[in-house]
């Protein structure tokens, strides 16, 4: 263990331009921040650190609150990279009919363990884990395991994709879990129930809601998905009296005014994956018409089966993606946009406070005030040209900072990550060995031909259309006709 770990040993940040994220937005230039036990002891200029205080150089870098990911399914980072072809089809035959059956208790905990790690190492220091790979109690000890071996702060979304949640949120050992595992455990392990509402007019997803209200958590559910969840599932929800401020609806894309009214109305709030949204097909990223509406707005990367667990891509993307669609709206009336409503800054506070405060942390974490608890984290690269010059703080974190460029990430008064490298590289090397051996037992189950056909989907055949023109061939200078 090197110094830089050591628990409880306070912490300053010197010299940075700190990105506080409260209320008032407050920029420090040549900031410092001062951890002291678990908590952030002050944010100011030139302070006092306890002797003894570790001291972070973070000239010519941004310091700002640790990001929050609200919608992440941990366990499928054991397959990273394997669904990039996928549609959200393709992905619903491998996991949820194929093969998501087969995962052991020590896939899920592997694929946790790589997620946690990667989580802490691109500053994300709160995630929402949906684990609806859980098809067993045993399988949701082993998500928690890995949770409590990674010094990060976790969201259990308790869920099972193998069964009706009508059947395993009542079943007398998911409480036994509840209490075994979760209540009390404190602010570094929070509890959701994940399921989603299939639209059906029974409505038989009721008693899992039941559970929620009775355990006292909050639902997340995938809605608003092209061809799966629409606006049936948002009515029933809303009709049954089950909506509320921390219900979190994960995408919410493709359903009409009346959805949005009810999600505004009764405080919940949209979860966005832009580039899930983008790649898998549940519809446009959301952003531009939630804003509208006055929805609340968090962030998230959804799995590491197609992208990875780095929200500086879901900000670029959901920045991008909102201003496409604006330029895209007033170019079919013959306008022109001149002026972006979305501005860079809003989509840091949906990467920071936004996620805090969709998961009711927003006392907890999110910004970096005094009192709260110290998730910090100081993005700088002397080595890389795209540091300099700094200009444009919220800019920078969006469009020009990445993953690479963490330098320093403290969770709970701890430090997880200081000067680019994690500060316990046995976790890395271990969670690797336990996804190898996944990757060897999945591979050997599913034999050579499913794996190559699971990874590379067929391509359709498309039919080139019809040009009117010539073709030229510039080599010889002779033209021929189409065909
Ligand atoms: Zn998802």
Redesign the pocket.
């Known amino acids: 263990m090197s110094a830089a770990d050591e628990a409880g040993r306070p912490v300053v940040f010197r010299n940075g331009l700190v990105l506080t994220m409260d209320d008032a937005h407050t920029v420090l230039d040549g900031g410092d921040v001062l951890v002291i036990g678990d908590r952030i002891a002050q944010v100011g200029h030139h302070l006092a650190a306890p002797e003894g205080a570790l001291e972070v150089d973070a000239s010519g870098g941004i310091v700002m609150p640790g990001m929050v990911d609200t919608?992440r399914?941990l366990w499928q980072t054991a397959m990273r990279g394997y669904g990039a072809d996928w549609t959200l089809t393709q992905y619903f035959v491998w996991y949820y009919l194929e093969w998501g059956k087969i995962f052991r208790p020590e896939d899920i905990h592997a694929g946790n363990l790589l997620g946690a790690v990667e989580a802490l190492d691109a500053g994300v220091t709160t995630t929402v884990d949906?684990s609806h790979g859980l098809r067993s109690v045993d399988h949701a000890d082993a998500a928690v395991d890995a949770l409590e071996a990674v010094p990060g702060r976790w969201v259990l979304a308790y869920g099972n994709i193998q069964d009706g949640p009508w059947n395993w949120s009542t079943a007398p050992e998911f409480r036994d879990f509840y209490r075994r595992r979760i209540d009390g455990k404190g602010d570094r392990l929070g509890f959701q129930m994940a399921f989603d509402v299939t639209g059906d007019p029974a409505f038989p997803e009721q008693p899992a809601f039941e559970v929620a209200r009775d355990l006292d958590v909050a639902v997340t559910t995938?809605s608003g998905v092209w061809g799966a969840t629409g606006d049936d599932s948002i009515r029933l929800i809303h009709d049954h009296g089950f909506a509320n401020d921390r219900t979190i609806y994960?995408?919410a894309t493709t359903l009409g005014a009346d959805s949005y009214h009810r999600i505004a109305a009764s405080g919940g709030s949209v979860s966005v994956?832009t580039e899930?949204e983008q790649n898998a097909g549940q519809g446009y990223p959301p952003t531009w018409v939630l804003r509208k509406h006055g929805i609340e707005v968090s962030l998230s990367m959804?799995?590491s089966v197609w992208w990875s667990g780095d929200l500086f891509s879901a900000m670029r993307t959901t920045l991008s993606a909102d201003r496409s669609r604006e330029h895209l709206e007033a170019h079919t009336k013959a306008e022109t946009v001149t002026h972006h409503a979305l501005r860079a800054e809003q989509v840091v506070h949906w990467a920071t406070r936004g996620g805090a405060r969709a998961l009711g942390m927003d006392h907890l974490v999110g910004s970096l005030e005094a009192g709260k608890k110290a998730d910090v984290v100081l993005v700088k690269n002397d080595a890389s040209p795209v540091m300099y010059p700094l200009l444009n703080p919220y800019g920078h974190v969006v469009f020009q900072a990445q993953r690479a460029d963490v330098h320093t990430v403290v969770v709970d008064g701890r430090v997880v990550k200081s000067q680019g490298r994690l500060t316990d590289p046995g976790q890395l090397a271990a969670a690797k060995a336990a996804v190898g051996s996944t990757v060897d037992f999945l591979r050997e189950s599913l034999g050579d031909e499913a794996w190559r056909a699971g990874m590379n989907p067929e391509v359709p055949e498309t039919k080139l259309l019809d040009n009117p023109y010539q073709y030229t061939d510039f080599a010889t200078g002779s033209t021929h006709g189409q065909g």
Do not use: A, K, L, Q
């Open positions: 919608h399914h949906w995938h994960v995408h994956s899930s959804d799995t």
